[in-house]
């Protein structure tokens, strides 16, 4: 269990952290010169159950509210500390208000120096503190009147924290591994190490971790758990990670970075949220709000975006997060905002969207999404947004720290669709497939004599409107269905075929061969096909133009027509010439070798795949295009 301690200046935090675990936290000469504690402090001690609890200690001095939130993300218990001489003080109010933005409910209220007041004075300040704590979260949290000089209340209050101790349930480890720094500095002899609370996951000796947002990547040497030599540390502990890399140096890594399994590597500037405004705050947050955004152990410059009226006094509600740098964040992360001048808390709220968009943010599907995300539990999350709109499984997953099984089972419990690294609801699936058919069968009675709709138009008619990949796996899971057919870049239902009379197939029975045999890169032109069987050559362009409806040749120029599967052979043909260049640039004269053509007909050839946009052309050069490569092929 981690303990954080809260409350004004002076009233005794470290003092008491002391008497309960025997370690002095002040460790900067000027903390003890000053008497007061200036950066995070920390102890840990087994105080009777038998389990190492770590305490962080932080400064209660208003210009030092920054440290404070630093070591306050990732506590497990509360402990606020009043002095009962002083009483309720402002920095006492701004600390119970910061442990209530960040969802604390954990806690307990030790009212230290009791030895200098009298019996009256303590309910005195025990009435003040219970109208304080009434309108939170730690509003049931017990009061212990202790006395760091004499002992007096230690032993109760140190038993209350075993009793919490017991209490504390395991956080979730079996999800992916999120470290927050709050110190980094460097051991004789040892190296870099890192410090910080694991939010998640689990880390071993010898992985590979990434330090985000840099990106630096770093080989973990060796773990200290709660104070202690360890084989892996857990979500929940407070951990020392000794870290090698190339680029791994104290100056490397700073407060407010996080260490974290390297997938989940994908530093973020603007995040969608909402936000709780205190009611001491004097005005409305308007567009654009200056502020300071700390979560965890980062802090960073912000602009506020309210997404709907500017929030009120009190009032809740989505906004948008603009950072002035991009920090590393996960879905659900508590945050806290305080204004510029760091003088005073706005308020905080939870990161739901770590990818909001810097348009069209204030649509109604936006704000659903926004809503949607607000689940807590990821299943019950997913299932609300496959309600608005399809949801990228990857970043789903990502973005809330979940492994492969995990994201599965998320899937699985949502009743999610998978296609192509999208989950669409079960509903929405269905009516996708659904108006695909509709819209292929109104295109095969208003054209009937064409072959199919286009892969792309018909993508961009349907909604939710796919990316292509997706589209493509939805396409290829509908044709193993036998719902629709594939030719080419061409969709048709089963049932539907242009129709050439007997006539016609005859003639293209006695022009095919010519089409497929050893000549079919060079096949002969129309006008030859009309000389050799003595037929008007605008028979045998009908034709040839009705077997393309069909999918069965292209027309690579006026006069020339190729099989489908001869163009499908080109097209392996480039991918070869593709390959065996260096950067994926080829020449004509590398084509027309291979296909022991002519020039002018190999340019015919390849200027008809520019057209499609197969290829794409600078100046004598051409490459692949890899979002249309499979134009000619069977998908």
């Known amino acids: 269990m ?46 009777g159950g038998g389990a190492i609890t770590g305490f962080v200690d932080v400064p209660g001095h208003e210009r030092l509210i920054h440290t404070m939130l630093a070591g306050a993300g990732g506590i497990d218990l509360a402990l606020l500390i009043v002095a009962a001489d002083d ?31 009298d019996d009256v004075r303590l309910a005195e300040v025990e009435t003040q503190l219970r109208q ?76 590979i971790v990434t330090v985000s947002p840099r990106g630096l990547t770093a080989r973990v040497r060796g773990i200290h758990a709660q104070n202690q030599p360890a084989a892996e540390g857990l979500a929940g502990q407070r951990c020392a990670l000794n870290l090698a890399g190339e680029a791994i140096t104290k100056e490397a890594i700073h407060r407010g970075d996080v260490v ?27 567009t654009w709000f200056p502020a300071r955004l700390h979560s965890h152990a980062v802090e960073a410059g912000a602009r506020i975006v309210p997404l709907g009226d500017p929030l009120r006094p009190g009032a809740s509600g989505p906004v948008q997060i603009v950072l002035d740098r991009p920090i590393s964040a996960a879905v659900g992360d508590r945050f806290i905002l305080r204004d510029t001048s760091s003088s005073r808390t706005i308020g905080g709220g939870r990161l739901l969207d770590l990818r909001g968009p810097a348009r069209k943010r204030r649509t109604p599907q936006r ?41 599965h089972a998320v899937l699985e419990q949502s009743d999610a669709v998978e296609i192509g690294g999208l989950a669409l609801s079960a509903p929405t699936h269905r009516q996708l497939r659904d108006d695909l058919t509709d819209t292929l069968r109104r295109w095969h009675e208003e054209q009937p004599d064409l072959p199919g709709l286009g892969r792309e138009r018909t993508r961009l ?129 590398a084509f027309r070798d291979r296909v022991q053509n002519g020039r002018k007909v190999a340019i015919e050839i390849l200027d008809f795949f520019d057209r499609h946009g197969l290829t794409l052309r600078r100046g004598d050069l051409r490459r692949l295009n890899p979002h249309r490569q499979d134009l000619f092929t069977k998908l």
Do not use: C, N
């Open 260 to 286: 974290l399994s390297p997938e989940l590597h994908a530093p973020t500037d603007r995040i969608d949220a909402i936000l709780d405004v205190l009611p001491t705050e004097a005005k409305p947050i308007g």
């Open 461 to 589: 008619a349907l909604q939710p409107r796919l990316p292509k990949e997706a589209f493509l796996a939805f396409l290829r899971d509908e044709a193993a269905q036998g719902r629709i057919r594939l030719d080419g870049a061409f969709l048709r239902l089963p049932d539907h075929e242009v129709q050439l009379s007997p006539e016609d197939e005859a003639l293209f029975a006695r022009i095919l061969p010519a089409l497929t045999g050893d000549m079919r890169f060079r096949p002969p032109r129309v006008r030859d096909f009309a000389t050799e069987f003595g037929i008007d050559e605008g028979t045998i362009r009908r034709v040839l133009k009705l077997t393309q409806k069909t999918g069965r040749t292209d027309q690579i120029a006026h006069d020339h027509f190729f099989a489908r599967e001869v163009t499908a052979e080109m097209v392996s043909i480039l991918h070869e010439l593709a390959a065996e260049s260096p950067d994926g640039w080829f020449g004509a004269p």
């Open 367 to 407: 704000l659903a999404l926004i809503s949607a995300a607000a689940h807590p539990d990821p299943a019950q999350a997913l299932a609300a947004l496959l309600k608005v709109a399809p949801v990228d499984i990857a970043g789903f997953a990502r973005d809330r720290s979940l492994t492969t099984t995990q994201i």
């Open 132 to 207: 304080l704590l009434a309108p939170t979260g730690l509003r049931d949290a017990p009061v212990f009147p202790v006395s760091s000089l004499t002992g007096s209340g230690i032993d109760a209050l140190r038993k209350a924290v075993v009793q919490a101790e017991a209490e504390t349930t395991a956080r979730q480890d079996a999800g992916l591994f999120r470290l927050a720094v709050d110190r980094s500095f460097t051991l004789q002899g040892t190296g870099t190490v890192v410090t910080g609370t694991v939010l998640g996951g689990r880390v071993a000796i010898g992985d």
């Open 87 to 117: 009483g309720v003080m402002p920095q006492t109010r701004e600390h119970l208000a910061i442990l209530d933005l960040l969802g604390i409910t954990r806690g307990i209220v030790a009212l230290t120096k009791a030895d200098l007041a």
């Open 2 to 47: 981690i303990v954080g301690t809260a409350g004004h200046i002076d009233h005794g935090k470290t003092a008491l952290i002391k008497a309960l675990t025997g370690t002095d936290t002040d460790r900067l000469a000027e903390e003890k010169s000053r008497g007061i504690t200036i950066d995070l402090g920390f102890a840990y001690a087994d105080l």
